[in-house]
């Protein structure tokens, strides 16, 4: 039979996928794939089961239901001071990541470069590809992960169409300063580009400073599209509602994508959403305060362990430096060591990387914290002898526990 998609074909079972069967075979904790171990508002479930039952299953509008469009107009007005107007700037999609491809395919030719920081959330470099966009990479360095100025300028050139920046970032935890994005923003000016911009930690954050959307700043209302997550807000990245913030031209080609994607959001999601994003400031404050807890807790038990953290100020990561630990293999052999011989799942951060590139970092592993109190604690547990178990020579199966 003749080939199918070549780029599809291409791509390898994601290491998520691989961690997580490996995690289940051995019974490990799984700190690997980003999604929380509790269930989000109680209030937010009801209103989604109560929503099921009044007679308004079919179709919603292809934007969104006109309550959740609403909702996140007011939510960009109340936490940033950006105003929109609800029918014309809002589209409401199955989830961030289809928002952000919906993004791409509505300014994306054929040919035109994309700038993208490295390391990155792995879907955005296929959807690129498939779109046929030339990629850009411009790579961030740990510890901090400050932004490379020369090297983000000399990205940027006449046949630059956007660029994609996550930020609170995953899988670094680092959330761009003002100085940084304002460097970002004139860079998009002078270069007369667009910006899609995947937020979907926008409440998510635990350093000093707080996110700041790129939309805000002087110039860039015009030139950026604006991607949340009801998922990550709220603690139910199973619901897949994600809305994009775009200045009406763009949000009308976002729709255009949309309905060829999904066409569409289930409406009792939509609801249910709309009225998490009108619930009290207070909320959205004690969500990020808990995460802060589970990251310190986690953070304090690898450093107890012998690895170097890195400092997380947003998201659900936080990355460790296996270095000082003196394990001899590379990041990916640590994880799948540490899952057989300690009981605790990661994610090897080189898989952020175009697996084509040059000098990809190797020590460096991801961990999600946000789970139960008690997960992290059991976690910790075993990680003070991952020392012992995997850089001694003691490999023997721990008794899990």
């Known amino acids: 039979m003749k080939p199918a998609n070549s780029l599809l074909s291409g791509l390898p079972t994601t290491i998520f996928s691989v961690i997580s069967a490996l995690a289940v075979k051995h019974d490990a904790i799984n700190l690997g794939q980003g999604f929380p171990d509790t269930e989000g508002p109680a209030d937010m479930v009801d209103a989604a089961a109560s929503a099921l039952r009044d007679g308004r299953n079919q179709y919603p509008p292809l934007a969104g239901l006109p309550e ?27 989830g961030a990541t289809e928002a952000i491809t919906a993004s791409l395919m509505a300014l994306v030719n054929r040919g035109d470069e994309v700038v993208v920081f490295e390391p990155l959330y792995d879907t955005y ?23 490379p100025r020369a090297e983000l300028a ?10 994609l920046l996550n930020t609170p970032m995953n899988p670094t935890g680092k959330v761009f300063t003002r100085d940084e994005l304002e460097f970002i923003a004139g860079l998009v000016a002078r270069h007369d580009v667009y910006a899609v911009c995947d937020e979907v930690y926008e409440h998510l954050t635990f350093g000093t400073i707080g996110h700041l959307p790129l939309m805000m700043l002087p110039g860039m209302r015009e030139r950026t599209i ?24 763009l949000a009308d080609l976002v729709m255009k994508a949309h309905q060829l994607l999904t066409f569409t959001v289930a409406p009792n999601l ?69 899952i057989r011989h300690v009981g605790v799942a990661a994610i090897p951060v080189s898989a952020f990387y175009d697996a084509r590139g ?10 999600a914290f946000c789970k139960k109190a008690e997960v992290i604690a059991g976690a910790v547990k075993r990680l003070q002898s991952v020392r012992e178990r995997l850089c001694a020579g003691n490999i023997v199966e721990i008794q899990k526990g």
Request: glycine share 10%.
């Open 68 to 94: 959740l469009r609403g909702a996140v107009a007011r939510s960009n007005v109340r936490f940033y001071g950006i105003e929109v107007d609800p029918a014309r700037e809002v589209v409401v999609t199955c």
């Open 125 to 147: 470099m296929p959807v690129l590809e498939m779109l046929g966009a030339v990629v850009r990479k411009v790579r961030l360095t740990p510890p901090h992960w400050d932004l």
């Open 154 to 163: 000399a990205a940027f050139g006449p046949r630059t169409k956007a660029i």
């Open 226 to 249: 604006r991607i949340g997550s009801a998922g990550k807000s709220f603690s139910m990245t199973g619901w897949k509602v994600g809305y994009v913030t775009a200045p009406a031209a």
């Open 270 to 338: 939509q609801r249910a959403v709309a009225m998490g994003l009108d619930k009290d400031t207070a909320y959205f404050h004690q969500l990020a305060e808990g995460m802060r807890g589970a990251r310190d807790s986690l953070a304090d038990g690898l450093a107890r362990a012998g690895l170097s953290v890195l400092p997380s100020d947003g998201s659900y990561f936080l990355i460790a430096d296996i270095a000082p630990l003196g394990f001899a293999g590379d990041d990916v052999a640590f994880c799948e060591q540490m």
């Open 358 to 367: 040059v000098d990809i970092p190797a020590r460096y592993v991801r961990f």
